[in-house]
């Protein structure tokens, strides 16, 4: 039995290092920044996005209706117009995991994104934009009658 | 293996509109079933669009997408007949790809 081990021991390392090389390659991009989407307040979100100041700006446009009657689906358009942009991050305060999404924009693609989200409750809608290792921030108060987490 | 998704493609001089549909439940891991226990969370984390290769967008998201997530980004710089690819990750690693002719 002793002289299977060795063999085993090969095979095992030897699919080991298929695997690693099968899934290195698809993670080489940015991985789902854990730290930041577990985070369960706006505050820690944007501590994991490595955000520690920001600055309100008119250049960064949400988009958005006041009032949604199905917090399932609400439906968000926004564009910086910060020249430079580079990254847009969304974040809605009250949901339990407060980060949504965040886009990371190569030269090939113009800052802007429109995406329906779910609200749990009511809440603010804030918008950070980054440019030149700068963030420009924007929010926005969405009402919802129904809830889009518990359904 | 995960729907394909569908992609539409405005192209406006050298600008182009995408939108993209894809097929999840995007579960938060806070819904109950009709038997009362907790559905486990399942959605989409990493969306990757690429043009010829070369990557544009690349988007993290969170269970707060809606269920069947619909994307529109804007691409610049393009022209009819790029390639467009689209993929997406998802929490319990299974992943989509679709591919398209800018139109």
């Known amino acids: 039995m002793s002289a299977m081990k060795p063999i085993r021991r090969m095979t095992l390392r030897a699919m080991a290092a298929l695997a690693a090389g099968l899934v290195l390659p698809l993670r080489a991009l940015a991985a789902w920044n854990k730290e930041a989407f577990q985070a369960k307040t706006a505050a820690d979100a944007l501590k994991g996005l490595g955000i520690a100041a920001s600055a309100e700006s008119k250049d960064v446009v949400i988009e958005a209706p006041q009032i949604a009657e199905n917090g399932a689906v609400v439906p968000v358009e926004i564009t910086s117009n910060v020249p430079n942009t580079r990254s847009i991050a969304v974040v809605i305060e009250k949901n339990p995991f407060p980060l949504a ?12 994104v429109k995406v329906n989200v779910k609200l749990g409750e009511s809440s603010i809608v804030r918008v950070l934009a980054e440019a030149g290792g700068k963030f420009y921030s924007a929010s926005k108060e969405i009402k919802v009658t129904i809830g889009g987490c518990g359904g | 293996m995960a729907e394909p998704m569908k992609i539409r493609t405005t192209l406006k001089g050298d600008n182009c509109e995408v939108r993209v549909l894809m097929v999840h439940p995007m579960e938060t891991g806070q819904r109950k079933d009709a038997g ?42 393009v022209k009819a007949g790029d390639k467009l690819d689209i993929a997406w990750l998802d929490s319990r690693g299974e992943r989509s790809q679709s591919e398209t002719a800018i139109a």
Request: aromatic letters at 12%.
């Open chain 1, 101 to 112: 999404a965040k886009f990371d924009f190569a030269g090939g693609a113009a800052p802007f």
């Open chain 2, 36 to 77: 009362g226990n907790l559905v486990p969370a399942h959605f989409i984390q990493e969306v990757t669009v690429r043009v010829n290769g070369k990557v544009a967008i690349e988007g993290q998201i969170s269970q707060a997408v809606s269920r069947n997530p619909v994307f529109s980004f804007r691409l610049l710089g």
